[in-house]
């Protein structure tokens, strides 16, 4: 190949590297510009040293400047950068085998030529692109960068067996093409049995997730019971009182405000009866947690169960992170006399999570970008994970997320509901 033939190769395979490392990490938002500069230059590069080079040493260079790319772009660790290019790579080259099989399958003999090289790359670009779509990777490299070290050896695995193919392709491009079929079906295999392996380390991982929640909560079950017996006794109290007050008192207007503070009283029992009568009692700990802290921020924080059986699709632990999310972010809005109205109802098929939380009004576009990487409506916070963290989950189990204003008591509020089709 020429030097343009080989610098429009190394177009492809750069972008290709740039839509993955952008799904794995979650990072929407890439300048153009920039982006478009470290293609071409990288490209640029990598042709010209193709040129010169042997292939094999190349492509380490390709390699160091992706990385430079990656770090860049993402801002990232070398570490980070590092893994990011290993799942990268481990896709990438899976995608590109498999184009070749294809060509091979349809075309018949291929030669190491330009013509087939971006047909090749056009197909895996496609492929790339509708894997970024409809897999989620991002949630592969998730559980890769928590410092599993089950995952980080599958994959460590699995690039040892794709670099293996990699450096036959270099060594010997014509037997390659040859036994491109039985390279695929040697290395699916091995593939197989890798994300076996996969499957099972993400089965632990979500029973290690589900043991710190009960462990995290149920502990809590128990201060809720001891609350309310406390609460118990108190009630007891006022009836006494009140018995008393009705006998010696004569004053209408004192014993009317009396009961008045006493139904006070009563409705916060009631509230606590309400968290032990949920059947989720992973759930009712975490509220009751929440409660305690809304306190101590002097938060108005008020919780309507309509459904004690509530259930969905969610593992214990992702529901917490959902309406621990929702919680959290109406705690950090830092508005004045903060109140929060979390609601756990079912309408006609579906589980219904609603949270009002009181705030200024927000126009369509503050809601719209609510839940990206990054954006945050909090004044004192520029983190903005956890609410695109709900939006991942929901996602997950096909759900639905409704954001809008609504007026009450002459106050704005912000409503988020987050909603399931009931099991």
Sequence with gaps: MNLIELILMSIFDIVEYVIISSKLVNHNKIDKFLVTIYILGASIITGISGRYISMRYNFLIGGFLICCIICLLYDMKIIETI???????????????????????????????????????????VMVILVVKYIPINLMFKFVMENNKIFKAIVLNILVLLATILLYWHMDISGFLKDTIIMLFFSSGIIYVNLVFIKDGLKNKHDEQQLKIFEAYFPIINELIDEIRRKQHEFDNHIQALRMLTITSTDHESIVNSMNNYMDD??????????????????????????????????????????????????????????????????????????????????????????????????????????????????????????????????????????????????????????????
């Design 266 to 423: 009563l409705k916060i029992d009631n509230n606590l009866i309400d968290l032990i009568k949920l059947d989720n009692k992973v759930l009712a700990g975490f509220l009751y947690s929440k409660i305690k802290s809304a306190g101590k921020l002097g938060i108005n924080f008020n919780i309507i169960i309509e459904d004690y059986g509530f259930k969905t699709k969610l593992k214990d632990y992702e529901l917490i992170e959902i309406v621990g999310n929702l919680i959290n972010n109406g705690f950090e809005t830092k508005v004045a006399d903060n109140v929060l109205i979390l609601k756990l109802k079912k309408e006609k098929d579906m589980d219904v999570i609603e949270l009002k939380n009181k705030h200024p009004y927000l126009d369509i576009k503050n809601i719209n970008k609510m839940f990206k990487l990054g954006s945050s409506i909090k004044s004192n916070s520029g983190r903005g994970h956890g609410l695109y963290n709900v939006k991942d989950l929901v996602k997950k189990y096909n759900g639905k997320i409704e954001i809008f204003n609504d007026k009450m008591n002459e106050e704005n509020y912000i409503v988020f509901r987050v909603l399931f089709v009931r099991n």
């Design 83 to 125: 893994y990011v290019y290993i799942v990268s790579t481990i896709i990438i080259i899976s995608i590109q085998l498999f184009s070749i099989v294809l060509l091979k399958v349809f075309l018949g003999n291929i030669n190491y030529e330009f013509v087939y090289g971006m047909i090749s790359e056009s197909i895996s670009l």
